[in-house]
């Protein structure tokens, strides 16, 4: 086990995101994946993107909390917590780097090591909730203990 002041990994902490406001930056599978993750837990989303390409943004999201083509990097000092969920590896770091300069929660969709936070793997159940990470480099191994963990809890 490493010593405390050699870890640099992550903290697990549960967040309570009820009406705190979150900007997800892109509109594709992933980031519809995000938002309704957000949206169980009683955020307040916005979208901001260039196009919806997952035509479901459209379903859960009224018009006016998706906005096309009119971005701003200074509208994310508005949120709490930022996903960074575009296509574009490069504009997701730049997002990642603005929103860590100004101490903003910001996951990156396309890189584990430019942002500050990430998402687990969870179970929930009434009376506990679990995430499982596997530290940003793959998810799929997160999911996959998930579930054998579920498994094993019946």
Same mark, same amino acid.
């Given at each position: 086990?490493?010593?405390?002041?050699?870890?640099?990994?992550?903290?697990?902490?549960?967040?309570?995101?009820?009406?705190?406001?979150?900007?997800?930056?892109?509109?594709?599978?992933?980031?519809?994946?995000?938002?309704?993750?957000?949206?169980?837990?009683?955020? +307040?989303?916005?979208?901001?993107?260039? %196009?919806?390409?997952?035509?479901?943004?459209?379903?859960?999201?009224?018009?006016?909390?998706?906005? %096309?083509?009119?971005?701003?990097? +200074?509208?994310?000092?508005?949120?709490?917590?930022?996903?960074?969920?575009?296509?574009?590896?490069?504009?997701?770091?730049?997002?990642?780097?603005?929103?860590?300069?100004?101490?903003?929660?910001?996951?990156?969709?396309?890189?584990?090591?430019?942002?500050?936070?990430?998402?687990?793997?969870?179970?929930?159940?009434?009376?506990?909730?679990?995430?499982?990470?596997?530290?940003?480099?793959?998810?799929?191994?997160?999911?996959?203990?998930?579930?054998?963990?579920?498994?094993?809890?019946?």
């Amino acid at each position: 086990m490493k010593e405390v002041d050699e870890m640099h990994d992550y903290f697990p902490l549960f967040l309570k995101l009820e009406k705190m406001p979150c900007i997800v930056i892109g509109a594709g599978h992933i980031a519809y994946r995000k938002i309704r993750t957000l949206q169980k837990y009683g955020a +307040d989303v916005k979208v901001f993107t260039k %196009e919806v390409k997952e035509s479901r943004i459209r379903e859960v999201l009224p018009s006016k909390k998706i906005i %096309e083509n009119d971005f701003k990097m +200074d509208t994310l000092k508005e949120a709490y917590l930022v996903i960074a969920a575009t296509n574009d590896e490069a504009f997701n770091k730049v997002i990642a780097e603005f929103c860590m300069k100004y101490h903003i929660l910001v996951n990156n969709i396309t890189s584990p090591d430019d942002c500050n936070i990430r998402f687990g793997a969870l179970i929930e159940a009434d009376d506990y909730q679990i995430a499982v990470s596997s530290k940003g480099r793959n998810p799929k191994e997160a999911v996959a203990l998930r579930n054998n963990i579920k498994d094993h809890l019946g």
